[in-house]
């Protein structure tokens, strides 16, 4: 059984340019958060989807979105990348909304230049 | 001010000593607090959950205890490994995910 699934693994961006990142959930899960975790800190929530919708949202600018496909897969977008949006991008994966069962693909590493 | 202050923010133990990491909250209401472990570039693992009717829970070398009266929990490990060495983070709910900015662990041989 597959857990979190997160490509690519590791990708160098230049300011300005616009990064895809994808996570496939735990197999019977459909609920995915995204979070970005900053070297040194702890992950910072990004937005949850839930039935292809977003749900919640933290306190991230307009440049960050996302889709949900109705195979339960995610996609997180980042336009007019920063330097500072250089982190780990963390997938989460759970059963509905609640936090019980909540798995984490291994994440994301993006680096701007 | 983080709703989740963890302490302390480093720690370096040698090998086969036991520690504890603190978590203090003031998350309210409460639904219920984890403890992740995150190796270096490695998504966070879960630990132990626990409720706020909860006291203790174990898994493994690792106790977590909760006080839901004073807001703190604590995550004890016995008898440390060079494989404990990671962050571990604690998270805490009610209808969104809190994180704490984690404990860095360092075991020495």
């Known amino acids: 059984d597959a857990g979190v699934t997160q490509s690519p693994t590791h990708l160098i961006k230049t300011r300005g340019q616009q990064v895809t990142l994808r996570c496939s959930p735990k197999s019977g899960h459909d609920t995915v958060s995204w979070y970005q975790q900053a070297l040194g800190q702890g992950p910072q929530f990004i937005f949850q989807?839930?039935?292809?919708?977003?749900?919640q949202r933290g306190n991230f600018p307009d440049r960050f979105s996302g889709h949900q496909f109705p195979n339960y897969s995610s996609e997180l977008n980042v336009n007019a990348l920063l330097l500072g949006d250089s982190a780990l991008y963390l997938c989460?994966?759970?059963?509905?909304?609640?936090?019980?069962?909540?798995?984490f693909g291994e994440g994301s590493w993006l680096t701007v230049v | 001010k983080n709703q989740v202050e963890q302490s302390p923010q480093s720690l370096i133990i040698l090998e086969g000593k036991n520690c504890t990491l603190q978590?203090?909250?003031?998350?309210?209401?409460?639904?219920?607090l984890r403890w992740y472990k995150q190796d270096t570039g490695r998504g966070p693992v879960s630990l132990t959950i626990m409720t706020f009717s909860e006291n203790t829970k174990s898994n493994g070398r690792y106790t977590a205890t909760l006080d839901a009266d004073t807001k703190q929990s604590s995550l004890h490990i016995t008898a440390s490994q060079l494989s404990d060495s990671a962050s571990y983070i604690c998270v805490v709910r009610d209808d969104k995910i809190i994180f704490g900015k984690g404990t860095r662990l360092h075991i020495l041989p």
């Open positions: 978590c203090n909250y003031t998350v309210s209401p409460f639904s219920n």
């Open positions: 989460a994966s759970s059963i509905g909304q609640g936090l019980n069962t909540i798995y």
């Open positions: 989807y839930y039935e292809e919708e977003e749900r």
